[in-house]
């Protein structure tokens, strides 16, 4: 039976310590962080070097890496100290940094050796060529453009033994990332560094102007000029993807929940194994695809991978229907004797609520809340509160470290 | 020296683009070329250079698109035929091109210019490490991160002094896709049809946009014009001045090149006066097209500004 022997990494996104210890537990091979400088997810939740260095611990203890982003586009002055910087996620036992500006990947290979460096996404890498270049600089990995398709990565394979990662799920930048300052000449804020307020999902009159101050607008059907991507989502497509040569499958979303990273997170984890276990016979399980759907923040298709994306690759128009569910708490233990899940709430749930709980290895169990006590063991018929830890029986077994989530009315 | 760098629109302007005082032309086609004025295709490409260096002067042809696999398998070709041309520089704005240039050994002059991204003299530094000759530096560099940067430049870079500024290229046909949706079909949204955009709650701005083959690109709010400023620039050693006639017609283009010229020999005549700063930009005005402002972008502006 054919199997495949380099199985890609699944790359998740960790913007806090716990979202790191739950992408990690729910199926990522590595994640990727921001550190306290250098990064472009300045509101992302970024680690000092002792949550790295905790972090460091846990990735090692589960066999995982971490990679930390330090991907800003630096002006004058604004590379001051990053080659103690990089020695000292070096010394903590990084991974590997992601960088696109020359200047930083110049610093992180003569200042700090010994230091893994992965080329952003920012750099917009879109040719075999640039692949060389690069590996011949000394870095490791480049993470593509997401303007490539499946066709280019195969024909880029053929020429280069660089890393390739590629984003696989999450939201997108409309244009070339990297090669956009809407932010900084709309804004005033530094789309490289870290400033970015998404200028392109603005909704924008569109017109011609023959004479001075004679607008002659385009607007058609009440529908602004827009530039908004729906978000990436290639789970209909691992085989091409693992065929293709790509290293590592990347989930956008440093700024996401942990409901969000645990879910997306498992649906990969699982249709990678499925497919790098048995390539021959795979079957892509529409319960992956519905999983993905229950944490959609828009509609989602396939980017560039199959070609230049159309008007349906962009939000226009109503948005279409998709289920909405919220996230309810995790499962911090559970009694056997008493079949009863301990759970820490995260969002207002209660008696009479259907509820799911899906755990690692893609477990789910549905359950209608019956019951339900505080810790203390008084009765309660709402958990209203923010992190309050209570207790609901349940008809099937669950685990620490389970979600807990319910569809919204 | 002062260098004025001036786009081609046709061989006739480059005849008065040279007249007035340009000293390189920079021009090339849109296979390989990013935002060009005109696509030169290569027999008119070379009659172009010769009549440039017949003239005594420099020749830069634009290798700057962003390329994806099939154009870097035609590039090589092209950069030899380039080579053969003896053109003076190329500009690149893609490490694949500088990677195929080392490759082939090439006597190629380079210039690297990945435009919003070039922010910094010690970026620019590791592009000479590779070997460019020069670099462009980036419209979103305020003069007081100028005046730190020129100092540690090991390379020339230049400093954009008039035209239009990119701020944003997609690889998706966001007009077209735009056309699609509201079902305005066979609406053209090429740089011709000259669309705007402008942001919401501000009915006053106009944002260029239009599609061509390496896909849409959107302009600042005005065009630059940093003629005011150029006693400030000569004074950083930032002698490198280019001016960007997309926009402009062709022969406005070539009254505009000839204010700069002007400027270029009252300065090194010691003849500069605030005056003739003010003097020349009215006429730098008089020449812009009537539908499109002119401001001094982000070089005015305070760093900490921008957040």
Known sequence: ????????????????????KVAINYGADAVYIGGEAYGLRSRAGNFSFDQMKQGVAYANAHHAKIYVAANIV??????????AFFRKLRDIGISAVIVSDPSLIEIAITQAPGLPVHLSTQASTTNYAALNFWQQVGLERVVLAREVGIAEIKEMRRHTNVQLEAFIHGAMCIGYSGRCVLSNHLSLRDANRGGCAQNCRW????????????????????????????????????????????????IEGRMKSIHYVSTVANVYRQAVDSYCADPDHYVLKPEWVDELWKVAQREMSTGFYYGTPTADDELFGKRRKRPHYSFVGEVLGYDEQRHLAIIQQRNNFGVGDQIEFYGPHFTHSQQKVTRLWDRDNDILYRAPDAMMICKVPVTHPVKAGDMIRKQRV | MINLIATAASYQQVKALLAAGADTIYLGEDQFGLRLPHSFKPEALAQVVKLVHRAGKKVTVAVNALMH?????????????????????????????VYILHQLKLPLAYIYDSEVLMTSARQIN??????????????????????????????????????????????????????????????????????????????????SIYEDINGTHIFANNDLNLITKLAQLQALGLNDWKLDGLFADEAGFVKIVSQFAQAKKALLTDQWSSELAATLSEQVNAHQPANRGLDTGFYTIEPSEVR
């Open chain 2, 126 to 207: 590791f592009w000479a490490q590779q070997g460019a000759s020069g670099a462009v530096l980036a419209r979103e560099i305020p003069y007081a991160e100028l005046v730190q940067l020129a100092p540690e430049l090991r390379i020339p870079a230049e400093v954009q002094v008039y035209g239009a500024t990119c701020i944003h290229q997609s690889g998706r046909p966001l007009v077209h896709n735009y056309f699609d949706f509201v079902k305005q079909h066979q609406n053209r949204s090429d740089r011709k049809r000259g669309l705007f955009i402008s942001a919401p709650h501000k009915p006053q701005t106009h944002y």
């Open chain 2, 69 to 97: 696999n099939d154009r870097i398998n035609l590039v090589g070709d092209y950069l030899k035929f380039l080579s053969k041309l003896k053109v003076d520089h190329i500009m690149v704005g893609d490490p694949g091109v």
């Open chain 1, 203 to 250: 909704k924008y009159d569109l017109f011609e102007m023959p004479h001075p101050g004679v607008k002659q607008s385009q607007l058609k059907n009440g529908e602004a000029f827009s530039m908004s991507a729906v978000d990436l989502a290639m789970i209909q497509h691992i085989p091409d993807l693992v065929e293709a040569g790509v290293n590592s499958f990347k």
């Open chain 1, 74 to 83: 630096a002006h004058e002055g604004d590379v001051a100290g990053a080659g």
């Open chain 1, 1 to 20: 039976m054919r199997t495949i022997k380099n199985k890609p990494e699944i790359l998740a996104p960790a913007g806090t310590l716990e979202k790191l």
